[in-house]
Each structure stands twice: as structure tokens, then as C-alpha cells.
């Protein structure tokens, strides 16, 4: 999907398949690479954002990463957005989460789905959706993009 389009705005659109019973895993490709154009559509669920110049090959697997339950951010996206200043997201106290949580975390930060973040932890899909959703509010983030852009911020990554 586009940021940009005719009759209804990107945004928009991500905002309304988030609230579907299950919301489709969208990937952003574009021409806009403004912040301001970024931002809104990872707040607004996207699960990968790449221009629009790029190489076939690698959109193919952009497409099968996030297809996979992976967020994937083209690297100058990546980059713009751990270089800008905090915006109130991740004010959340990072010394409450436990340290099955920042396990988790880091394997978010990563790019791993829950079903491989399960394998990974030998935990059952559900404790680790239960594990998410504590660091989401912990943190105070709005989903698991925001997530990983904090624990890469800060040195949870692998």
C-alpha cells in the first residue's frame, strides 16, 4: 500500500484494517521518505515501510517478511527514526519489565513473529502475546514497530 492515494489516504486505510477482527500485515511502498509521512504510518499499524525504488528481489522478500509476521523498515527509514528526538512514545519505565519481557523484546527487535519468539523461549504462542501486550503498556508503545525501535534505541537487539 501507498501513504498517498486517491479517495482515501494510507493512514486512513491502516487505521480501519486495524480494526478488523484480523487485520492484514500491510507494507508500505513509497515515494515519501519525510518523517512526518514515516511515522504516522507505523503508528498507524504498517508492519514494513520501503521505497518504491526498490530492487524486485528485495521487495519480494520485504513482501514474504512481513507476510511472516516480521517488521521490516528500509534501512534510511530505520535510521531516521532512531536519530530523532524521544516523542513522549517509550516513556514508560524500562526497569519494570522482567527479564523473560526483555528477552522478548529483543527477539521483537529482531524481527521475530511470536510463533518463532515461542520456539525460540520454548513458550506457548499465548504466554508470548501475554508477554507483548506487558511490554506494550509497560512501555507505553503502541505496538510491536514502536517496540522494536525502542529496544534497538536501547541496546536490547541482537
Avoid at 515501510?49 to 528481489?57: E, Q
Avoid at 517509550?90 to 527477539?107: C, D, I, K, P, Y
Avoid at 506457548?124 to 529496544?151: F, G
Wanted: hydrophobic share 45%; charged share 25%; proline share 3%.
Amino acid at each position: 500500500m501507498d501513504v498517498k492515494m486517491p479517495g482515501m489516504d494510507g493512514v486512513d486505510a491502516l487505521r480501519r484494517l486495524r480494526e478488523l477482527d484480523h487485520p492484514a500485515r500491510v507494507l508500505i511502498v513509497t515515494s515519501f521518505t519525510e518523517q512526518r509521512t514515516v511515522v504516522p504510518a507505523l503508528r498507524a499499524g504498517a508492519a514494513g515501510y520501503v521505497y518504491k525504488d526498490v530492487d524486485p528481489d528485495a521487495l519480494a522478500g520485504a513482501i514474504r517478511s512481513v507476510h511472516a509476521g516480521h517488521v521490516l523498515l528500509q534501512a534510511e527509514v530505520a535510521g531516521a527514526l532512531l536519530s530523532q528526538e524521544e516523542t513522549g512514545t517509550g516513556t514508560g519505565r524500562a526497569g519494570s519489565l522482567t527479564e523473560r519481557e526483555r528477552e522478548v523484546l529483543g527477539l521483537i527487535a529482531d524481527g521475530r513473529a511470536n510463533r518463532e519468539i515461542a520456539r525460540a523461549l520454548v513458550l506457548s504462542e499465548k504466554t508470548v502475546k501475554t508477554h507483548v501486550s506487558n511490554i506494550l503498556m509497560k512501555l507505553d508503545l503502541a505496538d510491536r514497530t514502536q517496540a522494536a525501535l525502542w529496544a534497538v534505541r536501547h541496546g536490547l537487539s541482537g
